[in-house]
Structures are given as structure tokens and as C-alpha cells.
């Protein structure tokens, strides 16, 4: 009888043990490293652990790391905007000082007494270019604050495809010609859109601004806004859904797909241009383009091969 009793009483105890021990081992041993990695990432630090299990506590975990990976990913893109916040400062605080610099220059020119008419004229107008421009550098940055905001939406009509585009891109090809560049403009389009007609008139601009930049004298620009059953011989972007296309094309300039790609970014110049896109701004005019274009529902994008670059734009149809 005490051997039986004995032998239980053991047998309850290793039981008690080995219950202990699994208790600790699938329970204890995981909440106290899941503790310990939550203070570490508290303190700043990344911890990494990979789940084995699928139970409460194996989820909880998993929604722990889940979070974790969402949190930085977070942190990141807070400090990228942050970057560019700075570096768009900084851009401007510079863009800013030199106009700035020689308006102050020619104004003290223009009070001194030994200046003919003609040349007091020269300097005015000197004086208004560069007041120009740093009201476009403002402008520029002022709707790219505004377009940052969620809630912010362009404020869209109704417009007749033919009409509102033939009116869109016949007025650049005599300034083009002007300029000393070999232009086309055309327009075969149909359909109702729903659009912001002054916001795409700003991003046409702009874009037919930049082919002025980088096509050289007797260089080619295309400008052209059709359907894609319609899509010039010219073009070289891929242009096959359904909807409205303007393509601004122009010659001078080969860009790889990773600029291509940077066109659009906040900042980004062409380190061979840089002097000359300075005379339109900062480097934010790509980045609003894309900006109002997507808040049309379409898309941009930039394709470039031998010796020629493509903006290209769609549009949905209504």
C-alpha cells in the first residue's frame, strides 16, 4: 500500500514538473521574450524574431512584429518628407537669393543719376523678369503644399473632348515656331471628360515649358492630345486604353528609365540643365503636373529613346 501510494504521489510530481515545464516552455519562456523585445522597441531598437507557432500567443507575436514593420515603415516616410521639407528650403532659400540679389543690384542702378532712358529701361525690365520668376517659385510651391493636403480636391466641370483639347495645344505651336523650333501641334479627340480646365492648362504649360528648355535651336517639339485608335507615328510612348492622350515630344535629350522615373519627384533636376530649368523654378513643376493628374483619376509618365523624351498623360473618359 505505501509502495502505491508512493509511486503516486511520484508520479503526480513529475507530472506537476513536466506540466511546469511545458507551461514555461509554450507560455512563460515566449511572453517574457516578447516583453523584452517590446521594451527594446520602445527604446528605439529593431528586433527581429521569427514566429514558429500558431497559437494565442504565436499571434500575438505576429501581430507585435506586424506592427513593428508598420511603425517604422511609418517612421521612414515621415523622415523622407521631412529631408525633402529641408532640402525644398533650402532650394528655395537659394533660388530666392539670387534673383533677389540682382534685383537689388539693379535697383540701386536705376537710382543713380548717370543712366540714359534706354538703359533705365533695360534694368526695369531685368527688374520685372526676375520679380516673374520668384512669383512663379512661390506660386509653384504654394500649389504644392496645397495638393500635400488629403483633403484637397480639384474642383472638376464638364468639358466637350474636341473643343477643350483642340483649345488645350493649338496655342503652342506658333511660340514654339517663334522660339526657332520645328513644331507640330494636333488634336483628333472625342468624347466627354471631367476636368479642372485651368489646372491642365497649368500642367501643359509647364511641360511644353520644359521641351523649350531642353530642345535646342531647330530641334523638334510634338504636342498632340488624341485617342489612341488616333495615336501619331511620332510618338513613342504606348498609348492603347481607353480615354484622352497628350503627348508633349520633344528632341535634344535622352533620358534613361531611372531618371525617367525621377522626373516626377519633388526637387529633381537634370544636373545638365540645372541652370536653365532655374529660369522656371525650383524643381516642383514635374511633381505638381503628376500631382493634378492623378487627382483627374489618369496617369503621367516620361519614355525616352534616341535623342528624344515623351511626356505623356491619360486621361479617362467620362
Known amino acids: 500500500m505505501k509502495l502505491v501510494i ?33 521594451h527594446a522597441f520602445a527604446k528605439g531598437e529593431t528586433v527581429t524574431a521569427q514566429v514558429t507557432t500558431n497559437d494565442e500567443i504565436g499571434k500575438l507575436a505576429a501581430s507585435f512584429y506586424d506592427m513593428q514593420r508598420e511603425i517604422e515603415q511609418n517612421r521612414a516616410q515621415i523622415e523622407q518628407e521631412q529631408r525633402q521639407k529641408e532640402m525644398m528650403i533650402a532650394s528655395l532659400s537659394h533660388d530666392l537669393k539670387t534673383p533677389l540679389t540682382s534685383i537689388q543690384a539693379y535697383a540701386e542702378s536705376v537710382r543713380s543719376r548717370g543712366l540714359s532712358e534706354v538703359e533705365r529701361d533695360d534694368y526695369l525690365a531685368v527688374v520685372q523678369t526676375k520679380v516673374d520668376y520668384m512669383k512663379q517659385l512661390l506660386d509653384d510651391l504654394m500649389m504644392y503644399t496645397l495638393l500635400q493636403s488629403p483633403t484637397y480636391e480639384l474642383e472638376l466641370v464638364e468639358v466637350d473632348g474636341d473643343e477643350f483639347f483642340e483649345m488645350l495645344v493649338c496655342d503652342y505651336e506658333q511660340v514654339s ?13 472625342n468624347g466627354t471628360y471631367v476636368v479642372n480646365p485651368k489646372q491642365l492648362m497649368r500642367v501643359v504649360d509647364n511641360l511644353v515649358s520644359n521641351a523649350w528648355t531642353y530642345t535646342e535651336a531647330g530641334g523638334t517639339i ?10 501619331p507615328s511620332w ?40 541652370s536653365q530649368i532655374g529660369q522656371r523654378g ?12 492623378e487627382k483627374h483619376g489618369g496617369t503621367i509618365e516620361a519614355v525616352s529613346q534616341h535623342n528624344e523624351i515623351a511626356i505623356c498623360i491619360w486621361l479617362p473618359v467620362n
Open 6 to 38: 508512493t509511486g503516486l504521489v511520484l508520479f503526480i510530481v513529475v507530472l506537476y514538473g513536466c506540466v511546469i515545464l511545458f507551461l514555461r516552455k509554450r507560455l512563460h519562456e515566449p511572453l517574457q521574450r516578447l516583453m523584452q523585445h517590446m
Open 177 to 189: 515656331s517663334e522660339k526657332g523650333f520645328i513644331a507640330t501641334t494636333e488634336c483628333t479627340i
Open 282 to 293: 525650383a524643381g516642383l513643376g514635374l511633381s505638381i503636373a503628376k500631382q493634378i493628374i
Open 222 to 231: 510634338h504636342l498632340a492630345a488624341f485617342n489612341s485608335p488616333h495615336k
Open 235 to 274: 510618338c513613342i510612348a504606348n498609348c492603347e486604353q481607353r480615354g484622352a492622350y497628350i503627348v508633349i515630344q520633344n528632341s535634344g535629350v535622352t533620358f534613361t528609365n531611372e531618371q525617367c522615373q525621377q522626373l516626377f519627384e519633388p526637387l529633381y533636376q537634370h544636373d545638365a540643365s540645372r
